[in-house]
């Protein structure tokens, strides 16, 4: 008479409508027997229903006929009763307690999709997805997607900087399982540091996000979810091979313990032996470098209980730079680059408290040690940081679970040892903080989930380092004229703890003189955001449209001028307007069974008024971005095909008008329009293998000279952070994918 489903962790239930009629009365129970205060209660298919009372019971209009009796209550599977024309009195039984989502080790995973169930927008890049290009790294993994731009830092170190809305990855937070890190010193290479096949999906949240993480994340935040031993294979293999001289394997083994405990064990090692200079300038494309990653994962899961204990360990090693010395050279300008971390952290999450099962608390922590140390030519830099986050969070419903409150206290430490050359960057940072979180989802049962859902959230922080006090206030709201067709706005207001040195850490990469304004502020902005997202069919086949508009007005950014002057970078506060305007618009189209195609668009407009008080476009930011990737998979799902054409379209260069002509080759003030093109194929042999090849950079697009000055290393001028466009052809690459368990 009862049947039970799995509910998803926060399913949102129905709010009451009483009716007049022959009532049917009840009571809702949890396997306990205890009476459960604000379960949703309807009749399928209807718009009837009701919600249980203080004392758990309900009553709603009876019907005439036989009908099935919904009964849904957050953290329990839904239970679906048939009811008999004269049956008047009902006990309902609920079961199958899901975890905290906050602290959750459990994994799901998406297809790559603007999600239609979150009230933020939140775009979902899934492992298959993923699998669609080498994805080595994280920096690797977003060549399929149109919201994130990857770019190279320089054209020394071989580090890939990001770009959200127009602005750079630093103004986007960055967390692993909803925990913040990776931050200081680790910033410029913390997408390096989570290997692809660690990965089980990607969230790409825009624009103001919860203030459940801090109050950082101004242009949004990326979330990474990791593959859990108890879903992930018992023992994972991925070999990958490139004509870079790169090659990696990564190892994945797992076990299921006895009674509820798992544990895994993830393995990485890569490294790039061949030195290209394939333009020819005496400097090396891409560092010879080498690293080692472990992860090490225990998982617990019960009833109620779930928790998870990391620890993670990575040592990197770079060398690259001039490859031989000119006539009249002391020294060869060379980059040697050295990375060692540990970090541990756990989760804890339980529900129940105090036998109402909508009463959940997570908790989580984290320490780490990061020990960075690199040489660029005559620059030394030399830094150590230690970390430390807490956060202790608590959920509940008011009333009925159309009302929900999150609260939660936090903190974040840091004590950052930093020189460069002879000046002191040392610094620490305690931000005691706590938050407040209210969301409400008014039910439609027409649609059989909520048409309006609104998250309203405010935060309080104390930064030690700036004496300041920072209130965070977010809200971000969703609106659904049918299951496929959602409108999304949001607003929020945001801070950032500049680590100038290490998120500048290319500029090294040159002669130029650094110099720091005396008592730089916290930087401030607030974002406004709008998202529409539009499913439908056409030719009888499934389209997707999505929409994004956004705006970010910095109160207070800190602005690396590099266009005063061509052997000088001068960071200050900026004084007047500073912006950042994007616009995005993605169509995906199921063309023909097992052929996708995607086409995205992209425009920016980033300025910020500089100190002559003439407000310009932030160089290196291309205004018009497109994307198109084609995916075709056969019936037999044995070949899968992909590629697609990356467009990057002008950006302004820093002001080179002061550098002498001879040292100045193909940087123009304003760029060209070029494409990348790039494609891979993958063919699975039998349940358990799976083989790949592809290719980078197909067509050769080149910037042939990346380095000003490349024939005088040691002039005032010599410069390598002005990369627009690739360094290197044509690149290919193969690569294996094994499990005895099945691909």
């Not at 959750?104 to 239609?116: I, L, N, R």
């Not at 980059?335 to 970090?343: A, G, K, L, T």
């Not at 930064?463 to 969703?478: E, I």
Request: with cysteine; charged share 20%.
């Amino acid at each position: 008479m009862k049947n039970l489903f799995v509910l998803l962790a926060g399913l949102f239930l129905y709010t009451p409508s009483l009716f007049s009629q022959t009532a049917l009365t009840g009571m809702v129970t949890n396997e306990k027997e205890e009476l459960l205060i604000g379960a949703s209660v309807y009749w399928k298919d209807t718009r009837q229903g009701t919600s249980t009372d203080t004392s758990g019971h309900f009553s709603l209009p009876s019907r005439t006929v036989e009908s099935t009796l919904v009964v849904n209550y957050i953290g329990y599977t839904p239970a679906e009763v048939q009811v008999l024309p004269g049956e008047n009195n009902l006990w309902v039984e609920v079961s199958g307690i899901q975890a905290l989502q906050q602290v959750t080790v459990s994994g799901k995973q998406f297809d790559s999709h603007v999600s239609t169930l979150e009230t933020r927008n939140v775009e979902h890049i899934s492992k298959k997805e993923l699998g669609k290009a080498p994805c080595c790294n994280l920096s690797e993994s977003f060549e399929t997607n149109g919201g994130v731009d990857v770019n190279y830092a320089n054209a020394l170190t071989g580090v890939k900087e990001i770009q959200m809305l127009g602005l750079r990855g630093v103004y986007s937070q960055f967390m692993v399982e909803n925990r913040p890190t990776m931050n200081g010193i680790a910033t410029p290479f913390a997408f390096e540091y989570i290997p692809g096949t660690w990965l089980d999906g990607i969230q790409l949240a825009k624009g103001a996000s919860s203030v459940k993480n801090g109050y950082a994340g101004i242009a949004g935040q990326i979330n990474v979810e990791l593959v859990k031993p108890h879903l992930d294979k018992p023992l994972f293999v991925n070999a990958f091979g490139s004509s870079e001289g790169r090659g990696e394997l990564n190892v994945h083994l797992n076990k299921k313990g006895k009674g509820r405990i798992s544990n895994g064990l993830l393995m990485h090692g890569s490294f790039v032996k061949n030195r290209w200079d394939m333009n020819g300038d005496n400097f090396y494309d891409s560092p010879s470098r080498h690293q080692l990653n472990g992860l090490y994962r225990v998982f617990y899961e019960s009833p109620g209980v779930c928790a998870q204990f990391n620890v993670q360990a990575l040592t990197d090693r770079r060398q690259g730079g001039q490859i031989s010395m000119l006539p009249g050279q002391n020294r060869l300008f060379s980059i040697d680059q050295n990375n060692d971390r540990v970090e541990v952290w756990g989760k804890i999450g339980y529900e129940g408290i105090g036998g109402k099962p909508y009463n959940q608390i997570g908790n989580m922590f984290s320490a780490s040690w990061h020990r960075s140390s690199a040489l660029f030519g005559p620059n030394n830099y030399a830094a150590t940081q230690k970390s430390f986050y807490w956060q202790s969070l608590y959920q509940t419903i008011i009333g009925t679970t159309d009302h929900s409150l999150v609260l939660a206290p936090s903190l974040q430490y840091d004590d950052v040892q930093e020189t460069v050359n002879e000046g002191d960057l040392s610094r620490k940072e305690a931000v005691p903080g706590a938050m407040v979180e209210y969301t409400y989802s008014r039910p439609n049962l027409a649609m059989e989930m909520p048409d309006f859902v609104i998250v309203l959230g405010a935060r309080a922080d104390w930064n030690s380092r700036f004496d300041r006090l920072l209130f965070t206030p977010r809200m971000s709201a969703k609106y659904n004229f049918s299951p496929k067709s959602i409108v999304r706005v949001s607003a929020g207001r945001g801070f950032r703890s500049p680590n100038l040195m290490a998120e500048n850490i290319s500029l090294l990469a040159g002669n130029r003189t650094l110099h720091f304004a005396n008592d730089l502020a916290l930087e401030e902005a607030w974002n406004y955001g709008a998202n529409f997202t539009q499913g439908f069919k056409l030719a009888k086949r499934e389209a997707s449209f999505s929409l994004d508009v956004y705006r970010t007005d910095f109160v207070q950014q800190i602005l690396a001028d590099v266009d005063q002057s061509p052997t000088q970078v001068f960071f200050y506060n900026v004084n007047g307007k500073s912006f950042s305007n994007s616009v995005l618009a993605t169509l995906s189209y199921n063309l023909l069974p097992g052929l996708d195609v995607k086409l995205v668009y992209k425009w920016n407009d980033v300025r910020a008024t500089y100190s002559d008080e003439v407000l310009r476009k932030i160089p290196l930011v291309a205004k018009h971005r497109g994307l198109v990737s084609i995916d075709y998979t056969t019936p037999d799902k044995k070949w899968m095909f992909n590629t697609r054409v990356q467009i990057v379209g002008p950006q302004r260069l820093p002001d080179n008008s002061q550098v002498p002509h001879e040292f100045v080759h193909d940087f123009p003030a304003i760029t060209p329009t070029f494409a990348i093109w790039n494609a891979q194929v993958t063919r699975r042999i039998g349940k358990k293998l799976e083989i790949y090849a592809g290719g980078e950079n197909l067509n050769g697009y080149q910037q042939h000279n990346a380095i000003i000055a490349a024939n005088e290393p040691d002039s005032p001028y010599f410069n390598g952070s002005q990369i627009w466009a690739p360094m290197m052809r044509q690149l290919g690459y193969v690569g294996l994918r094994f499990s005895p368990a099945g691909i």
